[in-house]
């Protein structure tokens, strides 16, 4: 199947910074991503879709100036949380639609690992 | 949005077949049935979508009635590899969602020596 990396893989910031967390498709070009946030024995949930060139679309209850998402090109999404806060710690995870996609089926990024002090 | 309904825990041991169970009492025309994988700390895997009746692959097999208001995911021989949360989606890939995916609780399967 095709892969999608995460960068990086974790990462500890001091409360009130911004952190940005890119996603990227390895093999394949990817119209659409996605983003998650998946607390601790948690489902994972969605926050905000990009397709390449337009705005996000956010899920209701999701802070779009918070969570800012570019999706530059058809191989790079970026997930910058700005001034983020100890609420904020949690695995982010992105997955990625496109050509090589049967019907719904999503390829998952690893995750990300932020914990904000 | 079909919502479904998932057993929170199951437990099994090695060389068993594995059936969960989801409910979606629900379900739309168009939705189809897909199966994900995730394992801690990592992102879900794609396991298996169907539509009606049976779908095998390499790895499971997804069983739907005529009604489609269930579906049970078939695992044989599992391993001890196959302790994970398992999640049951419902939705139209080419629907209003436009792909977005809307995971439940999921089950955690615990499989044991």
């Known amino acids: 199947g095709a892969v999608v990396s995460q960068h990086p893989s974790w990462v500890i910031c001091k409360s009130g910074t911004s952190v940005k967390i890119e996603c990227r498709s390895l093999?394949?070009?990817?119209?659409?991503m996605f983003w998650y946030r998946q607390f601790p024995k948690q489902s994972l949930m969605l926050m905000a879709t990009s397709n390449e060139g337009s705005k996000a679309t956010y899920e209701q209850g999701v802070e779009k100036d918070k969570f800012l998402i570019n999706h530059a090109s058809l191989t790079l999404s970026t997930l910058t949380v700005t001034s983020a806060h100890p609420e904020d710690s949690s695995f982010y995870i992105c997955s990625a639609s496109g050509v090589l996609a049967r019907d719904n089926e999503q390829f998952f990024g690893p995750g990300t690992r932020l914990t904000v002090l | 949005l079909a919502k479904t309904t998932q057993p929170i825990s199951m437990d099994s041991y090695e060389g068993q077949e594995v059936n969960i169970t989801c409910s979606h009492n629900?379900?739309?025309?168009?939705?189809?049935i897909t199966w994900y994988q995730q394992f801690p700390s990592q992102g879900p895997r794609f396991i298996i979508q169907?539509?009606?009746t049976k779908v095998t692959n390499e790895v499971a097999s997804l069983f739907i009635p005529a009604d489609r208001k269930s579906s049970t995911l078939s695992l044989p021989r599992v391993s001890l590899s196959d302790t994970a949360v398992y999640y049951c989606l419902v939705g139209d890939p080419r629907g209003s969602t436009l792909g977005r995916l809307y995971f439940g609780r999921g089950t955690q399967l615990t499989v044991w020596p």
């Open positions: 629900n379900i739309a025309t168009n939705d189809y």
């Open positions: 169907g539509y009606k």
């Open positions: 093999d394949f070009q990817a119209t659409t």
